[in-house]
């Protein structure tokens, strides 16, 4: 897999982010007089970086400073793996710590970690800090942007985790591109860049800028300073655009596809897990989203479902990732999924939860479902699976579903599966998707399930990663995996190291 892919950085301030990335890549991302003056960064910044293989990724320098999160997170949304930094000198500090709660919450699971500054300090205590906060990192690297010392094995090691993901490109969707820049060029107009989520932009497209649904047509499209026909998704993209001037756009806002399909919404229906406790009811917080944000009410559904009522249009789309932080003091609450971006305001009932639920499970829901969900009927016509007969699954689908029992704990990484029997398998039930790239069996999750209640009956109510690790004979990977989609179950509730078994499923066990 050689799709584009983007890279986007995360750690605490002067942990050395901006100059390994300029060691990597020759490429000084700090381009502001303030930053250069003042030593950090406070914008993004961008890159290119060539790995060993010829595969490029585009590389998105969020700032470290704790002021600045609300940017590291407009730039974390659209990337497709991490590389973390963490100085030897200091060790795993508060904005590691908070940057990667955000990666968690959007579901960027995948990355390397690098271990900075190993010139000035023994790198062996923060290496062992890194592989208890992230525990998915495919490689912990020690380097130094001085000396030189690892950057070829960094680059290996980004080979690697770019090889574990697959590429948007590879997903046939409309053109999304979430703006972070907006300036003019003389002689050429506007210019806006950001991510392109999905889809591809080309010269003469038809677009719309979101959420004013101005109209307007691509001039040109540039890759890394380098003009292109058409650009697919995965990797930064700068478009230039006739029928708006500069004034007119600006971050935050979104270029699509004149079909695709988005409008701009102050409601959405939402699957949500949080760090560590749960908001109240009505309680106000900072919703981010692509590269805008807005306060928002959140109002509880039920279980994990919450409905997130904005002040402020966002432009998603369903299964996109959200962010949710609190407004003051500053903090990362947690995040979640999209899955209805143009709801009802509605309570909680019974019937919408079935409802929520089938949509988390990836299945169609019409119109007049809801009503029909409650009562435990389904919509005349549609499908066979729509009327309530179980899924006919064609033999590689039901291969796979054997696959996944056969792995047990320890299933395959989506990327190795075939789509079209994954999605066959989820919309039948055969398959949950655990985390972005881990789905597991109903089974095995209902044994996981089982055993958690077992071992926190042993220990005063909760269970630790480690603790679930030893009892699954796995590793810390598939444990932390397993151990969020608990407390996104509503199973066990998170409470600093330890998850907390919560008292209905303790009594439903």
């Not at 700090?30 to 060993?52: K, V």
């Not at 209640?453 to 444990?479: I, P």
């Amino acid at each position: 897999m050689n799709g584009p892919l983007t890279l986007g950085t995360a750690g605490h301030i002067d942990h050395g982010k901006t100059a390994l990335i300029r060691a990597l890549t020759g490429v000084d991302t700090d381009r502001l007089p303030q930053e250069r003056a003042r030593g950090i960064s406070i914008e993004l910044g961008y890159a290119s970086l060539s790995l060993p293989s010829g595969r490029r990724l585009s590389v998105v320098d969020a700032p470290g400073h704790e002021r600045f999160v609300r940017t590291m997170v407009a730039g974390a949304t659209g990337i497709d793996l991490y590389l973390m930094t963490v100085a030897a000198d200091d060790g795993v500090m508060p904005q590691t710590r908070e940057h990667a709660a955000v990666l968690r919450a959007l579901g960027v699971d995948t990355g390397t970690f690098a271990v900075t500054k190993c010139d000035l300090a023994d790198p062996e205590p923060a290496m062992l800090e890194c592989a208890d906060l992230l525990p998915g990192a495919s490689s912990i690297v020690a380097v130094s942007s001085r000396t030189g010392q690892g950057l070829d094995d960094l680059r290996a090691a980004l080979d690697q985790a770019a090889a574990e993901v697959r590429s948007r490109a590879e997903r046939a969707s409309p053109a999304r591109l979430h703006v972070d820049r907006v300036f003019t060029i003389r002689g050429a107009g506007t210019v806006v860049t950001g991510t392109l989520w999905s889809g591809d932009i080309g010269r003469g497209d038809e677009m719309e800028l979101l959420p004013a649904r101005r109209r307007v047509r691509v001039r040109g499209v540039q890759v890394h300073d380098e003009a292109v026909d058409r650009a697919p998704a995965g990797q930064r993209v700068a478009v230039n655009l006739t029928g708006v001037g500069v004034g007119e756009a600006s971050r935050g806002d979104v270029l699509a596809s004149a079909a695709s399909g988005l409008a701009p919404t102050y409601r959405l229906d939402a699957s949500l897990s949080f760090v560590e406790s749960e908001p109240e009811h009505s309680e106000r917080v900072q919703i981010h989203h692509g590269t805008r944000e807005s306060p928002a009410r959140l109002a509880w559904l039920g279980g994990r479902f919450w409905q997130v009522r904005l002040e402020q249009p966002l432009v998603p789309a369903p299964g996109d990732r959200i962010v949710l932080r609190q407004i003051a003091p500053p903090d990362t609450l947690g995040g979640g999924v999209v899955l209805d971006a143009h709801p009802k305001r509605h309570g909680p009932s019974r019937e919408l939860l079935a409802r929520l639920e089938r949509l988390e499970r990836g299945e169609t829901v019409h119109d007049g479902d809801e009503a029909l969900a409650g009562a435990g009927r389904r919509p005349r016509g549609g499908t066979s699976r729509e009327q309530g007969s179980p899924a006919r699954l064609r033999p590689s689908a039901t291969a796979l579903e054997q696959r996944l029992k056969r792995a047990g704990f320890e299933p395959p990484l989506e990327s190795e599966l075939d789509a079209d029997d994954l999605a066959a398998l989820r919309s039948a039930g055969r398959a949950v998707r655990v985390s972005k790239t881990l789905h597991y069996h109903p089974d095995v999750l209902a044994d996981v399930r089982r055993r958690v209640l077992e071992l926190a009956e042993r220990n005063q109510g909760s269970v630790t990663l480690a603790q679930l690790r030893d009892e699954l004979g796995t590793s810390r990977k598939f444990a932390q995996a397993l151990l969020e989609h608990l407390d996104s179950e509503k199973v066990t509730i998170r409470r600093g190291d330890a998850h907390h078994v919560r008292r209905l499923a303790a009594s439903d066990g």
